[in-house]
């Protein structure tokens, strides 16, 4: 077991996280096919993805350094980590029968799932462009965006909020707080 | 007692500057803001503003999230009034009666009781607070680590286990807290736990991030998918005129009633505003002469909601304080706000920075007052406030989580941190896993890791039946895990019969 722990702990996390993602979607397709663990998949799809990271914590306590004063006290850095894990299994037994328990309510549907994704996606560009177009640009362009998505059309308001965004994180983060936020690349290019 | 007092007087003075008061002000405003907008809780608000507090100092930064903590409590109030939405949970009940006097032409009145109640309800939790709490610090004080180990299982087993029908599912985030708190270096030994070469993960994850994304970025994300943009919100014309300060005299006993209530029930880990306000709301329909006028406009109800879900607030600073258990989802955020200004809540924060202490303590009542001030001039602004298009308020909370997440140490890998567990928020809301347990266990993973080796290494296993409290503690916990499991038990056997009956 420790030979196994060593060479998942000389894993790079992104290995961790596309074998999550494999094995979240393997699952949900299991799930699916059942006619029992259908209604509930997504249920128990969030538990079996704490479970997942739970077993991997769980395998990589084998690899942890033990020290002769740990040992002889008998808590060792893999005492803790270990009992969350062993809790962790009952707690989720307890879990998956109250999830597949006949009067547990299914599923909530999928609403406009996709638009929240979007906006948490679109979130994650303007943080990347932190660097390019600079802070102060970048949120101006996410806010606008994302209320141009939620329907909004007012022009004056589609100018006002990100320009007092701005104006407002200016003051405020940067000459209040001295908190330097990025101006970018394309600023510095420009000075 | 003479003690408290002059610690108390000791309190007033550090903070009776105009830096302060101008905080706590600026605090309560906010806290009222939040609150006033659905879809913003108390914690999601003192979660939003704590990477400002930074460049504060810490009693500066603690009397400004309190005022949010307590503004939002009553801030809630004003759109369950107004528009029949209860800007926080623990305003549902507000909006029972509330909600039908705004019909029946009394808005005003419902407005005035609201403020009213929450405020003396403040109060009523501000002096529980500080006469519970400290003689309890001074017997926390003499705590071994076991005790204090057992006393963290019991906090976290009774939060887990009043997440209500979905128990089982805050114990797993529970425990997926703790594990998650393992990461990082090891507290007694130093060794690398679980950080995958991340050297930004050798301190574990950083707590702000976590909690603005499980808060506002989990709760926002939520949002935008049941969005819809032809969804308008009814306005009303309506007078909302308040009555004169003798109209409050004769709703006295129920604010008090439900005050102490509230504050009682604020002291038990995880019960919070949202139950006190409801536990109220019964007592006093029981005790009225006139129970068939709940539900229909009467002022009792509307007192006794607000004035629990305000004493609720000073409850649960009694464990945050004394014991370093967060008795609320917002305890629990500004447990962390503690420890980020390097504070250490428990006993020893009575002893170590009284000043702190106290300084809190008079912040609750000049809070409470500014409320009275601000409600008072600001009735028609704070309503108004509920009607703030979702379009505006969802992109720029989005765009406050990521500058806060950035702000604290200027890491890219932070805003990450938030992003991710803003996904997870917001995957836990919609299939009801409750997230302030995975909280409190990231919080309280340390604590409890620090206290268990040290009870380990001073005298071994036998330390944790060695006290008579340690096992108290212990047993408490069993039992409160136990009784849902029983209860439920019992429940479906009675359903099962009823069902075989009929």
Known sequence: ?????????????????????????????????????RPVKCQLLCLAGMDLVTLLFFLLTFSLRVSKLAAEAGATPRTMPRLWSLLMLLVSLGAYAAILHKGNKPDEKFNRWVFALLVGVGSIFSVIMFNYIGYYLSSAIFIVVVMIAMGERNKLQLVLVPVCWCIFTYVVFYKLLFIKLPFGALFSWLA | MSTIFENLAMGFGTIANIQSVMFIFLGVVVGILGGAIPGISPSMAVALLLPITYALSPITAMVMLMGIYIGANYGGSITAVAINTPGTPSATVTAFDGYPMLKNGRAGEAMGISLWASTFGGLIGALVLIFFSVPLSKVALKFWPSEYFALCIMGLTTVATLGGKNWQKALVTCIFGLLLNTMGLDPTFGIKRFTFGVTKLFDGFEMVPVLIGL???????DNLEHYDPNKKVAREKVDYKLPKITYYWKLKWSIIRAGLLGCIIGIFPGAGGTIASFLAYDVEKRMSDHPETFGLGAPEGVAAAEASNSGSVGGAMVPLLTLGIPGSATAAVLLSALMIHNLNPGPKLFTEQPELVYGLFASMFIANVLMVLIGTYGARIWVRVGYIKKSILYPLIFAFAILGSYSIKKSMFDVG??????????????????????????????????????????????????????????????????????????????????????
């Open chain 1, 1 to 37: 077991m420790e030979a196994f722990s060593k060479w998942l702990a000389g894993q790079s996390y992104f290995v961790f996280i596309i074998a999550f993602f494999v094995i979240m979607a393997a699952l949900y397709f299991l799930f699916n096919s059942m006619k029992r663990t």
């Open chain 2, 215 to 221: 808060f506002a970025l989990g709760e926002v994300l």
């Open chain 2, 417 to 502: 941190t938030c992003l991710a567990f803003g996904l997870i928020g917001w995957m836990f809301k919609k299939y009801k896993y409750p997230a302030s347990p995975l909280v409190l266990g990231i919080v309280l993973g340390k604590l409890i890791e620090t206290n268990y080796v040290q009870t380990l290494m001073v005298t071994g296993p036998i330390g944790f039946v060695q006290r008579p409290l340690t096992v108290i503690l212990f047993v408490i916990s069993i039992a409160a895990v136990a009784y849902p499991i029983i209860a439920g038990v019992l429940r479906n056997r009675k359903e099962a019969e009823e069902a075989a009956r009929s």
